[in-house]
């Protein structure tokens, strides 16, 4: 049963130029200029304005496993509130489900390895990481620039690469329809080539975020 942290294909689909990407293996959504040329601007400029190297939960011993950086957008920005708001109106998730909004930032040569963004029930920490917000369910990513080239999202599992597009969203699900975890969920921020790349990342939890 879809808990209120979850999205669904029915709601994706519902919304207004929502495409699914083809695979019986993973809830998979696109959705084109979702954010405008100017709230893309704006929310690039408050990413150079706060990075700060990225991070990992699920740290392997790779210390190039990760080689972005990360800014955590503030709510009282009105352009970051806005889009909260659209964010909340597209995935039909209350904004309290949500993680704090990030930006990601990426130069040429760096990346972020495939991974996947749920919890590993494996890890020593997973009993702290979903202590109090659960698992990881629904992940929206917003890219904010045409990268001039790499930086593409691959999903390997399922043969899919999804180009950067200024605008664009990708929403996917992290757990199969019957509620456990999806392997197929793989992805790798691929190296940019040349450029820079922006994204927004939202993960969403099954309880309130806090
Ligand atoms: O930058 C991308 O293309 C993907 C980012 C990502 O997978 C993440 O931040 O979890
Ligand atoms: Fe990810």
């Known amino acids: 049963m879809q808990g209120p942290g979850e ?9 207004s ?7 019986q293996r993973l809830e998979l959504f696109i959705l084109r200029d979702f954010l405008s040329a100017n709230e893309c601007e704006t929310l690039i400029e408050l990413i150079e304005a706060e990075r700060r ?9 790779d210390d190039l ?8 957008l503030h709510h009282d920005h009105p352009c970051v509130a806005a889009l909260d708001r659209k964010l909340a109106d597209v995935s039909g998730i209350a ?4 993680e ?7 130069e040429a040569g760096q990346e972020f390895k495939a991974h996947t963004d749920y919890f590993e029930p494996g890890h020593p920490d997973y009993k702290t990481f ?20 790499g930086g593409a999202t691959r999903f390997k599992v399922i043969d899919k690469i999804i180009q950067p597009e200024r605008g664009k969203l990708l929403a996917w699900n992290n757990r199969r329809p019957d509620g456990s975890l999806n392997a197929a969920t793989l992805h790798h921020a691929m190296k940019v080539r040349k450029g820079l790349k922006y994204v927004i990342t939202r993960w969403y939890r099954e309880r309130p975020w806090g």
């Open 7 to 15: 999205s669904s294909a029915s709601h994706l689909m519902a919304q």
């Open 17 to 23: 130029g929502v495409q699914r990407v083809p695979s």
């Open 53 to 61: 190297p990225s991070t990992i939960a699920n740290h392997n011993g």
């Open 65 to 72: 496993f990760r080689t972005s950086e990360t800014c955590d």
């Open 95 to 98: 904004p309290v489900y949500g």
């Open 100 to 106: 704090r909004l990030q930006g990601q930032r990426y």
């Open 130 to 149: 979903c202590a109090v917000s659960g698992q990881r369910t629904w992940t929206f990513m917003v890219y904010l620039n045409d990268v001039e080239a």
